[in-house]
């Protein structure tokens, strides 16, 4: 159950909220029970401030709290028609968070160990990179846009959203696998600088590119149809794709044949002891004969029978 805010013993005197009110040039404002309503933006960032002073209700335009000390987010309004801005301070969790944001949500660079509290819904993007997360859990259903979960500490993409119409970015983690992550995705996947030895459980439609550098994939089997560029490098299977890639590029139906060659088996195929991936040569080079590239007798990162 996503949280709900509780005002009890956190009830200021009008008084005290047209003072506060003016102090930080909040204008166009009314109060309901306690709460502050603004027809416009809220400006509270770059204020040193280890709470937010005052109590919010609903903010027509945008919030923001960046650059601060906050440890909370207690007194956040309940919804943001604009962005919503919390990044660069010291929260460990969303709760007290708004529940609906109409454009862009905010919270990367803090201590963020849970997405708990976070919003049901964003309209545009999420932001929850370079944070301490171990798990997309209270990530939001909805986004309409791009999705950033990068440079965390995450070993699953469960519990994050299904389907992403612009970008996602899951690079810099621990993940092991792509199970779990959304299977279709608008723009760009980055699952860069991870964990990875397959992609397995990844994305089947990708409308930009498709980045999967610097990780321990050997074999290409679950690739998804992407639109954009491909990035490999610093992969095992780097230097097969830099074999073959210029006749895929000339006629990509040649990838299925590659597939189809069923060239790979996992480390320890047959009671092999060297704890790297395998190759069946004969038909790796089959696969070369048909391309008309030379054959191999060996490729680096592999053990080849």
């Not at 089997?221 to 097969?240: H, R």
Request: with cysteine; hydrophobic share 30%.
């Amino acid at each position: 159950m996503k949280y709900l805010k509780l005002y009890e013993n956190f009830i200021q005197p009008d008084s005290e909220i047209h003072k506060l009110c003016k102090k930080y040039g909040i204008k166009n404002y009314t109060i309901n029970n306690g709460l502050v309503d603004v027809d416009g933006n809220v400006d509270l960032s770059s204020k040193k401030l280890s709470k937010l002073p005052i109590k919010f209700g609903v903010i027509i335009g945008y919030f923001s709290c960046y650059d601060n000390q906050l440890t909370s987010l207690e007194g956040a309004p309940q919804e943001v028609s604009g962005d919503f801005y919390c990044h660069n301070n010291k929260l460990t969790t969303l709760e007290g968070a708004p529940q609906k944001v109409g454009n862009s949500f905010y919270c990367y660079n803090n201590k963020l160990t849970s997405l708990v509290g976070a919003p049901e819904k964003v309209g545009k993007l999420f932001n929850c990179g370079n944070n301490q997360l171990t798990s997309l859990d209270g990530a939001p259903k909805f986004i309409g846009s791009t999705f950033y979960c990068n440079d965390n500490k995450l070993t699953s993409l469960k519990g994050g959203p299904q389907e992403v119409s612009g970008n996602f970015y899951c690079s810099g983690n621990k993940l092991t696998s792509l199970e779990g992550g959304p299977q279709e995705v608008g723009g760009s996947f980055n699952c860069s600088v991870n964990k990875l030895t397959s992609l397995v459980g990844g994305p089947k439609e990708v409308g930009g590119s498709f980045n999967c550098s610097v990780n321990n994939i050997y074999r290409l089997d679950f690739i998804p149809n992407y639109k954009g560029a491909l990035y490999i490098s610093k992969t095992p299977f780097y230097k097969i794709w830099k074999l073959i890639e210029d006749s895929i590029e000339k006629d990509y139906t040649l990838f299925d044949h590659f597939i189809e060659n069923n060239i790979f088996r996992d480390p320890g195929y047959q009671g092999d002891n060297s704890g790297l991936p395998i190759i069946i040569l004969d038909r790796l080079n089959d696969f070369l004969d048909m391309c008309k590239i030379p054959n191999v007798e060996e490729i680096e990162g592999y053990t080849c029978i």
